[in-house]
């Protein structure tokens, strides 16, 4: 019983000591020549979480467009303290992150900030230093980010839920307060691209080759990018791409950018978006930093109406039973995504069940008049993507519900999505409730008015209580 009480004042006293270091800390950052440098805003375990780590990512989100709030600091000190947990807890097992990983995420990150920013110098005044140095600033706190998203992916990462349980989370449901749901649809498309002629596209490559002359005489590429490329992703950042890797580009511009050396300018050269010409601007490793300018093909009349027929033909013999739809749809779609799942589109949560007022207003136009198993007849449609390509599209509905409160009969996926993040939260709610009672968690009081981290506040635990008695 000796030695237990000594083991338990000997870790308060690491803790006191650990605490009596952060204050002191905190004391020589916070005040040069009279005003606020740093300090120490939490401590949890060993580890401590400065103002600036808060004022780091609060910037962030004033460059992504968020309104100012300084309330909005007490939710990013709480996901911060979240952080550290599941960090501790990953070096504890052995989680690693990679350079490559973090440099890739950083990459991505300041690539969309950028583009938010309107370009890199106006990101790069509004941080008040240079991107490489925010970078190196920000390398530390993005790979424990990265080590925490681990340690959450492993503790949950075994969860399932079987269908009794779904049917238990169900009939635990407030039936006074079940969702209602929209009509929804199951619905399949089949896409067809035109496919030009070299003398129809004969002018967007002279386009192409026109920029690309004025940029080899002198223009200013990232003028240029902002000015006439029709790449709109990256347009606003002078065409800049950031670093990538080999996949992340369609075939054709890959071997380009991976083969010219940094500050190079290529030939004008086609893909599937249009014409493109680019420089890559660095090198390292097995990934490439690249800006470039695309001018997008335009489809002729003649074009379209030959796209028209073809897929007219499909048409009939979908309507004359002579081709189901899920041959069809393998065999003639251009639709990458839908085409190798019999054309059948999905959410974002891989669900062929879609609300819709979740489709595109064309998609609806086209199917708002079909029964199920009918087809709609080509369409005329332009995509989202980069140069908004045009092209004919059939419509298949194959499932429409009405509106109706939540059933477990027509909604089981969805209740079944419902109860796993359920689980998961709870398992992840007593991950965190044992791993704050077993952790010396303290924040300066400046914080302690914020609604987001009362959780945080908690009273002392049974050792914290038997430390505070043997050491009297």
């Not at 929804?184 to 080759?209: D, H, L, N, Q």
């Not at 190079?264 to 990934?287: D, K, N, P």
């Not at 409160?405 to 999505?417: G, M, R, S, T, V």
């Not at 914080?447 to 987001?452: A, R, S």
Request: aromatic share 8%; with cysteine.
């Amino acid at each position: 019983m000796f030695k237990k009480r000594n083991s338990i004042l000997l870790r308060m006293i690491k803790q006191l000591c650990v605490f009596l270091f952060c204050v002191l800390g905190s004391i020589n950052l916070t005040y040069a020549q009279g005003k606020i440098v740093d300090r120490v805003v939490a401590t949890v375990g060993s580890n401590i979480i400065l103002q600036s780590d808060v004022d780091m990512q609060y910037s962030q989100n004033l460059v992504q467009g968020m309104s100012p709030n300084e309330d909005f600091k007490c939710y990013i000190l709480q996901q911060l303290l979240t952080q550290k947990l599941l960090a501790q807890q990953a070096v504890l097992d052995s989680i690693e992150v990679s350079e490559s990983e973090v440099d890739d995420n950083l990459n991505s990150r300041l690539s969309h900030m950028s583009r938010q920013a309107g370009g890199k110098e106006r990101l790069e005044s509004f941080l008040n230093r240079s991107l490489l140095q925010y970078k190196e600033e920000m390398r530390t706190s993005v790979a424990e980010q990265l080590k925490a998203q681990k340690m959450q992916q492993n503790i949950v990462q075994k969860i399932d839920v079987t269908p009794l349980e779904v049917k238990r989370y169900f009939e635990g449901l407030d039936k006074d307060s079940l969702p209602y749901f929209d009509t929804e649809v199951e619905i399949g498309e089949i896409v067809m691209y035109p496919v030009m002629t070299k003398e129809e596209k004969e002018s967007f490559r002279k386009r192409a080759e026109d920029l690309r002359k004025q940029v080899v005489d002198g223009s200013d590429f990232g003028t240029i990018a902002r000015l006439y490329s029709e790449d709109k992703g990256s347009a606003m950042a002078g065409g800049d791409l950031g670093f990538s890797t080999r996949d992340n580009y369609v075939k054709e511009f890959s071997a380009i950018a991976f083969k010219l050396k940094a500050g190079e300018i290529s030939q004008v050269f086609e893909t599937e978006y249009g014409f493109h010409f680019l420089q890559v601007l660095e090198r390292r490793g097995e990934e490439v930093k690249a800006r470039h300018i695309l001018i997008s093909v335009k489809p002729t009349a003649a074009s379209l109406e030959r796209t028209r027929l073809k897929l007219d033909t499909v048409y009939q013999k979908l309507v004359d039973k002579k081709l189901d739809f899920h041959t069809a749809a393998t065999h003639y779609s251009d639709n990458k995504e839908t085409k190798f799942n019999g054309g059948m589109v999905t959410d974002q949560n891989r669900s062929t069940m879609i609300p819709v007022n979740q489709l595109e207003a064309s998609v609806f136009k086209a199917i708002d008049p079909l029964k199920a198993g009918e087809y709609s007849q080509p369409t005329l449609f332009q995509d989202e993507g980069p140069g908004g390509k045009s092209g004919y599209r059939i419509s298949f509905l194959k499932t429409r519900i009405p509106p109706h409160k939540a059933n477990l009969e027509q909604d089981f996926a969805k209740i079944k999505e419902a109860a796993s993040e359920d689980k998961t939260r709870r398992k992840l709610s007593e991950w965190f409730e044992s791993r704050r009672n077993s952790t010396f968690i303290a924040i300066n009081e400046d914080f302690h008015k914020c609604e987001d981290l009362q959780i945080w506040f908690k009273p002392l635990n049974e050792d914290s209580i038997a430390a505070t008695n043997a050491s009297k």
